[in-house]
């Protein structure tokens, strides 16, 4: 078969299409943002190979097939690498441990090294006695060198480098400071205060340090219980945890993440510290950049190369090793991952970044005859990084697979040699074919929505005021001496009222500058100011927040007096709570429910605005507000079906009674976006933030789509809509962190015009972005690098898109569309 | 619980008495039966000795082993350590099992040391519900410790709350650790002294350490009573014994520490002891619930246990070689010995 064919496509939004993919080939699959695509590559193509697979180890039999296509043929085994699939959250998985370098580096550890004897410490060469003491050191078995090995974890902090807790010095200033003072510094929620408050009655204006041991230990870290998922009873470590875990909300520095005291952060025990390579331990070595630790391994073996003649059995093993590890540290450094450290943990990565280090086992397996399936591998890469990262993509390709790229980037679909468009537009606009074919054929394309941005015909934006030029008289904000991370004390300009673009190769520093230092410095001066004057009149407040100024030490800023406040749209995915829709993530769910509860008949049934959430009082008894049941097929297999009470409506028949023009509240959750704008035209609160998604081409959404749903572009715009949505003073300064991540070029024109429009308005706005389509129609771009890592840190060039095409030192400059 | 108190006719001081099952009131046909299913499904077991009334009613050797050999009984060491905190506390060396165990070790402590670790008592210790960081107790890592004492105190300077049942042998480790601190004794010289001398137990030696490898502290080679770099006596597993003199230890428990007149432990530390909780475990005593009435028993792995049943006044003694995944041996007593109980 030469072809993957699939008719009668129809799930989600797709109409019913029919598609042939040839096999053996590099095909991009492209489209604006909600066309169809990642429904078409991973719920259709990616579920069939997999369950084929699944059959053929005879795992599958029972299963309960949903309607999604006709017929397909043609699939083989397929390997997917999402995004949002491989969204790791465990911190406890890091680039060393997913590549398997780490375990390769403790087994050279475990062969060779170099031991200080742990009597007097006198460094012993190969022999393990040492000619001080005479004390025999014994050898380390591997596990010790493993922070995820009980022998091998520091103890202190369980491996994990950083521990989390509650600061007592920040929560308890002095000896003076009582019980009742430490619970209202930590604020719980009032029907939890006065928990507290009956329970340690006799203690609570007790200055907090006489309180006995037994009590404080109950007050700060509760008592072992069974029944929740922290195993505490209610305890202030609990409140700030949550806090910290599910807000990232240090409660003004109670809850702070800090080094590991005992291991310095290098999460193995102190035996593993003391046995080193070349004077390093394997700790040091896994929090160097992957560039770094190559060369300290070329080293190694450099050395040993002068010894081989008197080389060993032994050492042989070891060479063999090293070699090895050098050639996986060269293929991910191949792939542009070279800045990362083995320690890096991976939810702390980039999208791009987490797709390449899952692409790299991949690579490194040399199958053939598989069909692999990948969304945007090149998101978060800086122009020239592309390349390699392309190159090991057709690698896989001529290995003898079939890959699928789900991408928006021109290079990319410039070396296709086969492209599918899914469109023409979002939700019930698009789910169809715009075009299958050759990639000249695509930029031909009269169909197409987005080929015309791709050769040029369109622009994707034009500015309001072009041309605007910092000039002495332009008000800015001036960060100087940032030194965070790998930052050389550097001072950079930001122009105010315009839209700057600060760029670079990744790992560069544009986050360290800009989402770190600027950051910090810009919540320190507003909302500590805010803090202090809530408080002014209370001493015991001011003297807790004095002690908080000075935890971040990222530079000075001036200008500040030049805007009036700041936000920050970070690339964090939006959270996998699947109780949580568009609505209640943009805040407005409270105002649509209380808006039922005053209707009459809900008054006469003493319905309230919490009986119309559907995951409490209001939901149907039967799937208990789910809208689907959940069946056991066995093993770890599920199917969900509609539950047959409430229809996947998910409320119960009282709620449903309830009407607001004509309407019951699932009813509501079924509006579209654009829908829900004429039918709560004269609630200006609701439909301000649901305007602001309309006018980003989103009026096709569901209110009630749940936010795990969405697909990456969506969800990267949802949250930008509830911050423009709430409402700001003049002269705000927006910091966007890639924004344009997973979306097309047609979606991209319309959030520059978005961005345009802050900037009208007097706004200053800041993007963090490689695609060179938004920088060149930025007013002014500061651009980080040479390198990354240890390499880079330093301000290359700065200025408008058209000095910086002419200015030698920059990188990005030759890539921007001369205008 | 009803609590049994039964009149003795001799002690076991200097030897066991031997009668027959009948004479005890066991059916010896039942307990004949349990032959076969010892040979087939317990072959590691090295010794069973079942006394009832204070008599040796059954008594028999596997593997090459005799009454005369001792064995290493592994955790249940545990036990021992247990009535020897008893023991400390009846005679003053200890104030309560409520007194903090930094108190002990003040040089372990620091301003900076976490409010669990200070507030964790010997009772903590006893029923294992001091907050430990780990899943699985990493031993090798313990054997190369040059202090194992700060080594384990460190362990428990974290910030988690106390009360969860976890077993840890590093933690009885500190309750050996205290008995030297108040008495100035190794355990190993301080039960001898104390427990082992007044019951007929063989008194034991402290094992001369040549070094702390896993083989020196586990292996099948032990001898006396093994220890740390220290010198202090393992708290949680090392004692080396006879099948018989572990009898005499459980005796003792259903005497109600009470020895030939003597009062060897109070009869509160082994109320104690062996008190029912959620947790079916007492000062380092496991308790089996039975019908209306509480059993307990010592046990080390690979099967070796000491099975005290007050209300038949029966002890069952058994020791095996240390094997991976040995069978369960309560089933033994519930199916066989229990049931041959015809009185
Ligand atoms: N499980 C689901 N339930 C309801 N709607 C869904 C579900 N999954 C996807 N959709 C909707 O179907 C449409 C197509 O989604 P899909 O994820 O295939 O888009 P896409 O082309 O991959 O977009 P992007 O480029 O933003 O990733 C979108 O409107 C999306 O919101
Ligand atoms: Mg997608
Ligand atoms: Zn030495
Ligand atoms: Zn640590
Ligand atoms: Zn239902």
Redesign the pocket.
């Known amino acids: 078969m030469k072809n993957i064919v699939i008719q009668g496509a129809r799930l989600?939004?797709l109409k019913g299409i029919d598609i042939s993919i040839p096999k053996n080939k590099l095909v991009v699959m492209t489209?604006v943002?909600?066309?169809?695509?990642?429904?078409?590559a991973f719920d259709i193509i990616f579920e069939e190979g997999r369950k084929q697979y699944l059959q053929s180890l005879g795992v599958f039999t029972a299963l309960v097939e949903e309607d999604k296509f006709d017929h397909i043929a043609g699939i083989s085994p397929t390997i997917a690498v999402q995004q949002n699939m491989i969204r790791q959250r465990n911190t406890r998985s890091t680039v060393g441990t997913k590549t398997n370098i780490l375990k390769m580096m403790a087994l050279l550890f475990a062969m060779k090294r170099e031991i200080s004897c742990s009597v007097c410490g006198t460094m012993l060469d190969s022999y393990f006695t040492c000619p001080q003491c005479e004390h025999v050191e014994e050898s380390l078995p591997v596990g010790y060198f493993l922070y995820n090995n009980p022998n091998g974890m520091c103890i202190r902090c369980s491996g994990k480098g950083t521990y989390a807790e509650i600061n007592l010095n920040t929560l308890i200033p002095d000896e003076h400071t009582t019980l009742k003072q430490v619970l209202h510094t930590v604020n719980p929620k009032p029907g939890y205060l006065k928990l507290f408050y009956k329970k340690f009655a006799d203690y609570i204006d007790m200055p907090f340090t006489v309180i006995p041991d037994e009590v404080k230990l109950d007050i700060l870290y509760g008592q072992y219980v069974e029944s929740n998922s922290q195993h505490r009873s209610y305890c202030l470590h609990r409140i700030l945890e949550n806090r910290f875990v599910k807000d990232g909300d240090n409660s003004g520095g109670l809850f702070e993440l800090s080094e590991c005291t005992a291991c310095q952060g290098f999460r193995i025990g102190e035996e593993a510290r003391n046995v080193t390579l070349n004077g390093k331990h394997i700790g040091e070595l896994a929090s160097m950049t992957l560039t770094d630790l190559k060369h300290f391994i070329v080293n190694l073996l450099e050395q040993e190369d002068r010894q081989q003649q008197e080389m060993k059995e032994t050492a042989k093993r070891e060479y063999v090793m090293m070699q090895d590890i050098l050639q996986k540290m060269n293929s991910l450094i191949k792939i542009r991952l070279g800045h990362l450290s083995l320690y890096r943990e991976l939810p702390s990565l980039s999208g791009g970044e987490l797709q390449r280090v899952f692409l790299h086992d991949h690579l490194e397996s040399k199958m053939d005859g598989m069909i692999y399936i990948l969304d945007e591998p090149t998101a978060g890469l800086h122009e020239r990084e592309k390349l390699e990262v392309l190159q090991s993509i057709r690698h896989l390709q001529e290995l003898g697979n079939t890959v699928i790229v789900?991408e928006h980037d021109k290079k990319t679909i410039e070396m296709a040699d086969y492209i599918i468009e899914?469109g023409p537009k979002?939700?019930v606009e698009?789910g169809q074919v715009v075009y299958q074919g050759s990639v000249d054929g695509f930029m031909q394309s009269t169909h197409s929505i987005s080929a015309p941005y791709f050769s040029g015909k369109t622009k994707i934006t034009t500015r309001t005021n072009p041309s605007m030029v910092m000039t002495k008289h332009t008000p800015k904000l001036t960060i100087s001496g940032a030194n965070i991370h790998h930052l050389k004390h550097i001072t950079a300009s930001i122009p105010l009222g315009m839209l700057v673009g600060v760029t670079g190769v990744s790992g560069s520093g544009k986050s360290s500058l800009i989402s770190n230092a600027l950051v910090s410095l810009l919540h320190r001066h507003f909302h500590q100011q805010v803090d202090n004057e809530t408080y002014a009149e209370d001493a015991f407040y001011k003297k807790q927040l004095d002690g908080k100024r000075n935890t971040v030490e990222a530079g000075a800023l001036e200008g500040v007096t030049h805007i009036s406040d700041y936000v920050e749209v970070s690339q964090v995915p939006i959270g996998r709570n699947k109780n949580s829709t568009i609505l209640s993530y943009i805040g407005i769910w409270e105002k649509v429910r209380k808006l039922f509860a005053e209707q009459p008949e809900a008054k006469e049934q003493h319905l309230t605005a919490g009986h119309f959430s559907f995951n409490t009082k209001g939901a149907c008894a039967t799937c208990e507000g789910n809208g689907q049941e959940k069946q056991w097929l066995g093993g770890n297999y599920f199917i969900y079906s509609t539950c047959k009470d409430c229809h996947g409506k998910r409320y119960n028949d009282e709620v449903l009674s309830v009407t607001y023009k004509g309407k019951h509240i699932a009813h509501i959750l079924d509006m579209t976006i654009t829908e829900a704008i004429t039918f709560f035209a004269d609630h200006k609160a609701i439909i301000a933030t649901l305007n602001i998604l309309h006018s980003m081409g989103m009026g096709?959404?569901t209110l009630g789509?749940p936010t795990p749903?969405?697909?990456?572009?969506?969800a990267q715009r949802v949250k930008l809509a509830k911050e423009l949505g709430k409402r700001r003073k003049e002269q705000t300064l927006y910091i966007l962190d890639e924004p344009t991540v997973?979306l097309?070029l047609y979606d991209t024109a319309k959030l520059m015009s978005l961005l345009d429009e802050l900037v009208v308005k007097g706004n200053s706005v800041i993007v963090i972005e490689h695609d060179t389509e938004v920088l060149s129609a930025c007013d002014w771009l500061i651009e980080l690098g040479p390198d990354g890592g240890a390499g880079g840190g330093e301000i290359i060039a700065e200025g408008t898109p058209d000095t910086l095409k002419d200015n030698p030192n920059s990188i990005i400059g030759r890539y921007l569309r001369l205008s | 619980m009803m609590t049994s108190i039964y009149e003795r006719d001799y002690w076991p001081t200097e030897e066991w008495k031997t009668a027959s099952l009948e004479d005890v009131g066991m059916d010896p046909q039942k307990i004949e039966n349990m032959k076969y299913m010892i040979n087939s499904h317990y072959k590691n077991m090295t010794g069973l000795l079942v006394i009832r009334k204070g008599y040796i009613a059954y008594e028999k050797y596997f593997n090459g082993f005799s009454m005369h050999d001792t064995q290493h009984v592994a955790s249940l060491t545990k036990s021992v350590i247990s009535a020897l905190i008893g023991i400390a506390l009846d005679k003053g060396y200890i104030d309560s099992v409520d007194q903090k165990i930094v108190e002990f070790f003040p040089e372990a402590i620091t301003p900076s040391s976490s409010m669990s670790l200070r507030c964790i008592t010997i009772k903590h210790l006893l029923m294992m519900t001091a907050p430990f960081p780990w899943k699985h107790e990493p031993f090798d890592r313990l054997a190369r410790q040059k202090n194992w004492v700060h080594y384990i105190l460190k362990q428990l300077d974290n910030k988690l709350p106390l009360g969860k049942f976890q077993y840890s042998t590093a933690g009885t480790h500190l309750l050996s650790a205290i008995l030297t601190a108040t008495t100035g004794m190794s355990a190993c010289a301080f039960a001898n002294y104390h427990l082992f001398r007044h019951i007929g137990m063989k008194e034991i030696e402290d094992a001369y350490m040549k070094s702390f490898g896993m083989k020196d502290l586990f292996g099948d080679q032990l001898n006396g009573w093994v220890n740390d770099p220290q010198g202090i006596t393992t708290g949680g597993w090392g004692l080396t014994t006879t099948v018989r003199d572990l009898a005499r230890f459980g005796f003792l428990y259903l005497n109600h520490g009470k020895w030939d007149n003597k009062q060897i432990i109070s009869d509160t530390w082994i109320r104690d002891s062996v008190a029912m909780n959620e947790n079916k475990y007492g000062y380092l005593w496991w308790l089996i619930q039975l019908e209306d009435q509480v059993a307990y028993t010592a046990a080390g792995s690979g099967g070796n246990h000491i099975f005290c049943i007050p209300h038949q006044d029966l002890v069952v003694v058994m020791t095996s070689k240390t094997i991976q995944n040995p069978q369960e041996r309560w089933p033994l007593l519930e199916q066989y010995i229990l049931p041959a109980i015809i009185d």
Do not use: F, P
């Open positions: 989600h939004n489209g943002s909600g066309s169809g695509k990642s429904s078409l789900v899914i979002a939700g698009g096709y959404m789509q749903t969405l697909s990456g572009g969506e997973g097309s």
